[in-house]
């Protein structure tokens, strides 16, 4: 298998990954993967099995307090580290 391939943005500002590397990485519609920005260069890499099982756990757990982003912070700096 080629190392580097040249695809085409569609205009729905889409790329398509080939099928080799999709067969290669076991990919179907729906699999999660991660693109990193490294420099001038986009890498995507695969997610594997278990944390793909831990995004499908974490979406089901229901919060027991529902707090903004900014009221976690304050409760962890009070209650943890003592501020």
Same mark, same amino acid.
């Given at each position: +298998?080629?190392?580097?391939?040249? *695809?085409?943005?569609?205009?729905?500002?889409?790329?398509? @990954?080939?099928?080799?590397? %999709? *067969?290669?990485?076991?990919?179907?519609?729906?699999?999660?993967? /991660?693109l990193?920005?490294?420099?001038?260069? @986009?890498? @995507?890499?695969?997610?594997?099995?278990?944390?793909?099982?831990?995004?499908?756990?974490?979406?089901? @757990? %229901?919060?027991?307090?529902?707090?903004?982003?900014?009221? +976690?912070?304050? *409760? *962890? /700096? %009070?209650?943890i580290?003592?501020?």
């Open positions: +298998m080629k190392n580097e391939m040249i *695809v085409r943005i569609s205009k729905g500002q889409q790329i398509t @990954i080939p099928s080799e590397y %999709r *067969v290669e990485f076991g990919w179907q519609v729906g699999s999660k993967i /991660e990193t920005k490294e420099g001038n260069k @986009i890498v @995507i890499k695969p997610i594997g099995e278990d944390l793909q099982k831990l995004f499908e756990e974490a979406h089901n @757990i %229901r919060p027991k307090f529902r707090l903004t982003a900014k009221q +976690m912070d304050e *409760v *962890v /700096e %009070r209650e580290l003592g501020r």
